[in-house]
């Protein structure tokens, strides 16, 4: 990855350097509602409102896994060699 510097000697990152940054290595769990579910995940079934779920995320947002239980999505993304990080 090559960053550009600033005048006060911090690094730059473009949008595709940003993008990329921890993808495959890094993943992120997000409380979500059932009725976000379409939205990240278009392939699941219709689910009842109101649930509360964990979707997996990757580093740069692309779903991997949804779940009813915060510690199966943490689970598999350490099956799958990911850290799992927070988001404030």
Not at 18 to 38: C, F, H, N, R, W
Not at 47 to 53: D, F, T
Not at 62 to 86: G, M, Q, R
Request: aromatic share 6%; no cysteine; net charge negative.
């Amino acid at each position: 990855m090559n960053f550009e510097i600033r005048n006060n000697g911090e690094p730059v990152l473009d949008v595709a350097e940003l993008a990329t940054l921890g993808v495959g290595q890094m993943a992120y769990v997000k409380p979500i509602g059932s009725d976000e579910v379409a939205r990240l995940f278009p392939q699941a079934p219709k689910l009842q409102p109101g649930m509360r779920l964990f979707a997996l995320l990757s580093a740069s947002g692309e779903p991997i896994l949804l779940t009813d239980n915060h510690d199966a999505a943490v689970a598999n993304a350490w099956a799958h060699d990911l850290t799992t990080v927070s988001l404030h």
